[in-house]
């Protein structure tokens, strides 16, 4: 058995499957279109409506390596060889095409003949009854009736969750050798111990499995197929654990480069190590995938991760944010397969780097804390840390409840849950919760303390845009204070309030409030604790004192525009459905009184026809004028009736729903218009990716869309008064002059090339001989890329172990290229590597492919410098 990389097992996979006609597909993202399901969980959850038979598939086979996430078991990543959150699953599909007659040859044949795996040591499990798979194993695959053995449906009868597609399944199994074993006289197929490895697992989806538990046979047999990639690597290059493979040591070396500490010598270490590295790749592909840290769904998923790995870092005496550290060496190990990692690099560290920061500010109180509390226990000769302790880490330490049980299971005591949960439901009610901030920030501290003496603010900008009411209290510099005056910004909260404060995506409203003493202008609007209202305020005139009566009045221009564009997010929400289907699920939104913008799941850019048809309807709704039916009911009302909710917030028990009669109801504590007319028009300005599987809409109604369509339609008569043309005919003209444009670049490159090529008799002539390798270097002015790789290939002609390093100044940067023939590559040079050496030289870098590759620099002055060390750099590359 060849030893391979993870790059290369991957790569093997996807490639044999599409020799046996399956389409490649890149991975899907990691927030799935299914309400059923958090995160991706299996290779299989992108095609669960193929299997369904509810969406008709593109085709009738594929191929996956699925990027997965599974949090169920996150308290054993690092303390077993095998459990991870995140993993990528390698898939094969069949939509209804072939079954077992193919997939059980074919998982055979890639293991025992591509990747080489011993036929000796395989076994094969199926389900008790499946004798058809049985007679496949042993007649077809020819493997003895001792290596298949029938199991329960606990092992071998699979579903993506408790409801949905599933079936008997067929594992195969490696022998990995005594080495692995348990040691137990029976240990054989089945045992929990590593020497029978679980390797691929192929389930034969024949059923839909309902909330009965009952099973419907599927409309057509399909064939879904998992094979972690990393348990496949540790197999393949003899690797103790998952975490000894090329997936995951470089991340776990840097570990014990930061720390100091060496890996496999202390198991309290290793864990630390194991956790961060796995932790670290589930953290960044989240966030890559549009996931941002919170306190519920997703988000609460990622700040566990994050705030675990940092814990672990302490462990490891990293006292400071280091978890950005370890980027390089995961996109060195991933970015070539997952280019997202590269296109939100900056956001991926920037996320990690902050959230750490917020929590390392914390974690040495609450951690002191928890150590306090444990050792009071243990001196009380109790087993059990109280839920209320355990609700303090959580409410003011940001400790998740699942990372305080982690830490006090290590010392033998449980926490409890129930109580937690109690205090959870106090925190809801609020009032009584709010006097429980024990350390928080001043202002944080302050706003509890009003909460708990005032209660909730009453708001009742529903029903009208300005009130009666009295001013409670005055805060300046997070400090509660009698009076404010004339200039002075400050926080108010009022009895009760006209002013919607920011939530759900809509921003705070503006406006004034007068006194009998002065006049303040209301800046913005917010919450605090999900139920104190804040306004903050400039004394425009006058003073203010505590217990003033107030007028509250809202700036209603600027409100009835945030309506517009409010109503017109749920319109372009169902817009979006009718034409790009019912997948479409709100992923959040902004409103403001300028536009809107409205983040959704889709995996492919939207056409401009589509657009087209999105405004279409959205304008269409406009100008029936249907009058808005907005009213509370109970959520299972509310489901009744179709009402769209996120997927990943929580409602109470009454919920409140604005619908547009025949097109669409939501869930939303929002204002809006009275009827679609109000809004006027609706313009979608742009449609972008903001991550893998998420898109982002921005649009403009009312008067700003009709600003735009007069800028547009300025601007189009400017440009046909500089052209000289009519409006209607600028497409023609300006396609014209772009052509012109592309015919003298042509040319322009045609010279340039010729110029160059002119050069290379000169190159030739002063070509070296390094260690066997000839070798040839060229400088050059305002080439490019592209045409230095031109000349490297009229170079090659004729030459046979070469190795061509080019350099261009082109608009006050360097340019460099390098190739290299296939008995050069043969002999140990990498292009891509060699480049990146050369590079450095002038402040850049770059990489590519082992005969061909390019690189970039700043100091162009150094460009003769770097092409000067070729010769020094291949013989320390050589090693001579």
């Known amino acids: 058995m060849i030893k391979r990389s993870g790059k290369e097992l991957r790569e093997l996979f996807l490639s044999y499957f599409e020799q046996k006609e399956h389409k490649r597909f890149p991975s899907f993202s990691l927030i799935p279109d299914d309400p059923t399901l958090l995160f991706t969980i299996a290779g299989m959850v992108p095609f669960k409506p193929y299997f369904l038979g509810l969406k008709k598939p593109e085709v009738l086979r594929a191929t996956t390596s699925q990027k997965c996430l599974r949090t169920n078991d996150i308290e054993n990543v690092g303390r077993t060889s095998r459990h991870h959150t995140f993993f990528e699953m390698l898939g094969n599909f069949s939509f209804g095409d072939y079954f077992k007659e193919r997939a059980i040859p074919w998982a055979w044949e890639f293991l025992t003949e591509v990747i080489g795996l011993d036929p000796e040591r395989m076994y094969a499990t199926i389900y008790l009854d499946d004798d058809e798979a049985f007679e496949i194993w042993n007649k077809v695959v020819g493997l003895p009736e001792s290596k298949i053995v029938r199991m329960g449906e606990k092992d071998n009868f699979w579903a993506a969750g408790p409801i949905g597609p599933c079936g008997p399944c067929s594992e195969l199994i490696y022998d990995q050798g005594p080495a692995f074993s348990c040691g137990k006289p029976d240990c054989f197929v089945g045992c929990d111990c590593d ?46 654990s998952d975490f000894e493979t090329d997936l995951f040591l470089p991340l776990i070396e840097k570990v014990s480069r930061l720390s100091g500490v060496e890996y496999a010598v202390d198991k309290r270490f290793d864990t630390a190590m194991r956790v961060i590295a796995d932790h670290l790749r589930a953290l960044a592909f989240m966030i890559a995938d549009g996931v941002l840290p919170s306190n519920e769904g997703r988000g609460y998923v990622l700040r566990r991760l994050l705030r675990r790995a940092s814990r672990y870092g302490r462990v490891l005496g990293l006292d400071r944010p280091f978890l950005i550290e370890l980027m390089p060496e995961l996109l060195e190990i991933m970015a070539d397969h997952y280019k997202e990692l590269v296109e939100y690099r900056s956001t991926i560290e920037s996320v990690i780097n902050l959230e750490e920061k917020r929590f390392s500010r914390t974690l040495d109180q609450g951690s002191a804390l928890l150590e306090e509390e444990i050792s009071r226990v243990v001196r009380s000769g109790s087993s059990v840390l109280s839920g209320e302790t355990a609700f303090t880490l959580y409410d003011t330490y940001g400790f998740p409840l699942e990372l305080t049980e982690e830490i006090c299971q290590e010392q033998g005591i449980k926490v409890d849950r129930e109580e937690f ?17 024990l ?32 001013v409670l209290a005055i805060l300046k510099d997070s400090r509660e204070v009698e009076e404010a005056h004339e200039g002075e910004e400050v926080e108010i909260l009022l009895a009760e309030t006209p002013f919607y404060a920011e939530k759900g995506g809509q921003v705070g409203d503006k406006g004034w409030i007068e006194t009998s003493t002065g006049k303040l202008e209301v800046l913005d609007t917010y919450y605090f604790h999900d139920v104190l209202i804040a306004h903050r305020v400039r004394i425009k005139s006058g003073y203010i ?58 995996f492919d850019a939207i056409s401009r026809d589509d657009i087209v048809k999105i405004e279409q309807i959205a304008n269409e709704v406009i100008q029936a004028n249907i009058k808005l039916n907005i009213f509370e009911t109970s959520m299972e009302e509310a489901k009744k009736i179709g009402a769209k909710a996120f997927f990943d917030e929580k409602y109470g028990d009454r919920v409140r729903v604005i619908q547009i009669p025949g097109y669409c109801a939501e869930l939303c504590g929002g204002l809006h218009v009275n009827a679609t007319g109000d809004i006027g028009l609706i313009k979608i300005v742009k449609e972008e990716s903001i991550g893998s599987g998420l898109r982002r809409i921005t649009a403009l109604a009312g008067m ?4 735009h369509y007069q800028e547009l339609f300025d601007l189009v008569e400017d440009l046909a008064l500089i052209s000289g043309v009519e409006a209607g005919s600028l497409k023609e003209k300006f396609t014209d002059v772009f052509q012109e444009i592309k015919n003298l670049k042509t040319e322009l490159q045609r010279s340039n090339l010729k110029l160059a ?8 002539s002063q070509r070296q001989i390094v260690n066997g390798f000839t070798v040839l270097t060229g400088k050059f002015e305002d080439l490019d890329a592209d045409i230095l790789r031109q000349v490297g ?16 100044s082109l608009e006050g940067k360097v340019v460099l290229v390098a190739m290299a023939d296939e008995d050069a590559v043969k002999d140990g040079i990498h292009a891509g590597k060699f480049i990146n050496r050369v590079a450095k030289i002038v402040g850049g870098g770059g990489g590519g492919r082992p005969n061909v590759a390019q690189a970039g620099g700043k100091d162009v002055k150094k460009l003769e410098d770097a092409l000067n060390a070729v010769p020094r750099i291949l013989t320390e590359v050589l090693g001579v």
């Open 195 to 240: 020497r029978y490895l679980e390797v691929w697992n192929l389930v034969f989806m024949q059923y839909n499995r309902d909330e009965e538990g009952i099973l419907t046979p599927l409309p057509k047999k399909n064939i879904d197929t998992g094979m972690g990639l990393e348990r496949l690597a540790s197999i393949v290059q003899g690797a103790r």
């Open 421 to 437: 949960e109690r205090c959870m439901e106090r925190q809801r009610e609020m009032a009584r919760t709010a006097s429980k901030q």
């Open 439 to 470: 350390a928080s920030m001043a202002k944080n501290e302050v706003h509890s303390a009003l909460l708990a003496k005032f209660g909730p603010t009453k708001f009742v900008g529903y029903e009208s845009d300005e009130a009666e009411s009295k």
């Open 545 to 602: 004192s505590a217990d003033d009566e107030a007028k509250a009045k809202v700036d209603l221009s600027r409100r009835n525009a945030i309506r517009r564009h409010h109503t017109s997010t749920h319109i372009i929400h169902e817009g979006l459905t009718h034409v790009l289907g019912p997948h479409i699920r709100q992923a959040g939104s902004y409103v403001s009184p300028n536009y809107l913008r409205f983040d959704f799941t889709h």
């Open 704 to 707: 700003a869309a009709v600003s």
């Open 757 to 764: 090529l002119s050069q290379c008799d000169k190159i030739l």
């Open 793 to 808: 290939d009229h170079l090659k002609k004729g030459l046979k172990k070469v190795l061509i390093v080019l350099g261009s």
